[in-house]
């Protein structure tokens, strides 16, 4: 006899959840779920029941959503067809109505899901008559998935027996700058959310839109990539939650990028300064604004994984124990410049680096990292400058030094115990030595607790891999070409 096939609602509904009781008291937290937590009925079913087990165990949450799955990505797309004079809609239609007839929600919430999709489509048919897609459009356009997604979470969880109710963020009191696509959270958000929560009934589930918020003139604003973590963090603040939920796709922060390195190992916690550096230097986990609002609240955020919840994740704090710690994580980022300028005029003067600084200034160009001495500095561009602020840089800055541009450097960023910054040193170049690497830039942060080598992107992955095998798997320097020339030949078998 064969075994009847489950339904993908049934087969999250026969997965086993484990959540710690709060043991007798309320719980306030935020929950924040990104897109590939999101991914589809089955993804958002076994969420649903996630949730609805930390109600059941006595906490009491707020859930932040992304958009579905690449729901943001196909919107773009769908921007850059209009522009092009053609309107495509039907796969993001036929995505979210056959998700929410799978997961048998309401006809009112397929109704408001219908009603979005329709004005997503005047919107699109807006771009392609007047052939313009500027960034406040761009805001809006993407915007569809937050909100649709929200619709989908909450009608699920109604379903299951838990009062939720969607939240579209301005609606709870979220204001941005006007600077689309990177707007700023604006400081009265954190009164407004408070005095919102507070009028809420408590045995409602609020389920509200990441990334998203309305500026001062009521105009949809993004806060850029990753800005549902932000949401997050600022509704944990207002509102004085006990603790912030960042659920993932991996078991927390990990020690390095599990996809390059494959023993890389959670980190069971770092504080908020070290979650901050991990994010601007690469860490595809937390966007790297996120923890303004939990510093200045002192709530602790903590990275889970929704595809393995028993997982313990990774708790972020203020402060902790590094007594025991060398290094805690090595993140990069990839195809930066290396620029390097030396000026022998500017000998004994004064004026050089407000010279350096003001040229970049007036360019509108940021740096990563520096190194400087007397006469020389060195420095790298952000990997998102655009090539078109470049040129007159390099024209300002020639005129007062010697400038030498190397492209295609990584920055190699080493999350340590700076009190131990001379053993991290000396293992750091002792592996590049047996790795035959030149590390062509280095610099000590001044937040104290990374260390920065900047290398050739095409030796990034041997330097992560050897760092990793040398800081966290026991493996002595001497055994290190050994080893990754092994590992090279089982990758390639």
């Known amino acids: 006899m064969t075994a009847a096939v489950k339904s993908p609602t049934e087969k999250a509904d026969s997965e086993e959840i484990n959540v710690t009781p709060s043991d007798g008291k309320v719980v306030k937290i935020a929950m924040k779920f990104g897109g590939s937590s999101l991914n589809n009925a089955e993804r958002i079913t076994y969420v649903a029941r996630l949730i609805k087990k930390h109600v059941d165990c006595g906490y009491r949450p707020i859930i932040v959503c992304s958009a579905m799955g690449k729901t943001t990505n196909s919107l773009l797309s769908s921007g850059e067809f209009a522009l092009e004079g053609q309107v495509y809609i039907d796969s993001l239609r036929t995505f979210h109505l ?47 998935g937050e909100r649709m997604s929200i619709r989908i979470l909450a009608g699920t969880l109604n379903s299951m027996g838990v009062p939720a109710q969607g939240f579209d963020s301005w609606t709870l009191g979220l204001r941005t700058s006007d600077e689309f696509g990177n707007a700023d959270v604006l400081e009265e958000s954190y009164s407004n959310i408070k005095d919102v929560l507070s009028k809420l009934d408590p045995n409602v589930v609020p389920v509200v839109t990441g990334f998203i918020g309305h500026d001062k003139k009521g105009r949809i604003t993004t806060m850029g990539r990753g800005g549902s973590d932000l949401t997050a963090t600022v509704i944990g603040a207002a509102g004085g939650l006990d603790e912030v939920q960042v659920w993932k796709d991996v078991d927390g922060i990990m020690t390095a990028d599990p996809r390059l390195v494959k023993n890389a190992i959670p980190v069971t916690e770092v504080t908020y300064e070290e979650a901050a550096e991990l994010a601007y230097f690469g860490a595809q986990v937390l966007h790297p604004i996120s923890m303004q609002p939990a510093i200045r609240s002192a709530i602790p955020v903590r990275v889970k994984n929704s595809y393995n919840p028993s997982a313990t994740g990774t708790v972020i704090t203020g402060t902790r124990d590094k007594s025991k710690t060398l290094v805690t994580a090595i993140t990069s980022v990839n195809n930066v410049q290396l620029v390097d300028l030396v000026s022998l005029r500017m000998v004994g003067q004064y004026g050089f680096l407000a010279k350096v600084f003001e040229a970049f200034e007036k360019c509108r160009v940021s740096v990563d990292v520096i190194a400087s001495s007397e006469v020389s500095l060195s420095m790298t561009l952000d990997s998102k400058q655009q090539d078109k602020d470049l040129p007159q840089l390099m024209s300002i800055l020639k005129s007062f ?59 990034k992955e041997r330097v992560i891999k050897g760092l990793h095998a040398c800081f966290f798997e026991g493996i002595h320097p001497d055994d290190l070409v050994k080893k990754l020339e092994s590992e090279n030949k089982n990758e390639k078998s």
């Open 98 to 144: 056959t998700t929410a007839e799978t997961l048998g929600l309401s006809e009112t919430t397929k109704k408001d899901i219908k009603s979005l999709l329709d004005d997503l489509e005047k919107l699109l048919e807006g771009v392609k008559y007047i052939g313009e897609l500027t960034q406040r459009t761009q805001d809006a356009l993407v915007s569809f």
């Open 401 to 459: 030094a010697t400038v030498q541009v190397l492209s295609k450097r990584s920055i190699v960023t080493l999350i340590s115990n700076l009190d131990r910054s001379s053993e991290v040193l000396a293992m750091a170049f002792t592996v590049l030595q047996k790795l035959g690497v030149t590390c062509e830039m280095f610099s000590q942060g001044a937040s104290k607790v990374n260390i920065s080598l900047v290398v050739k992107m095409e030796d």
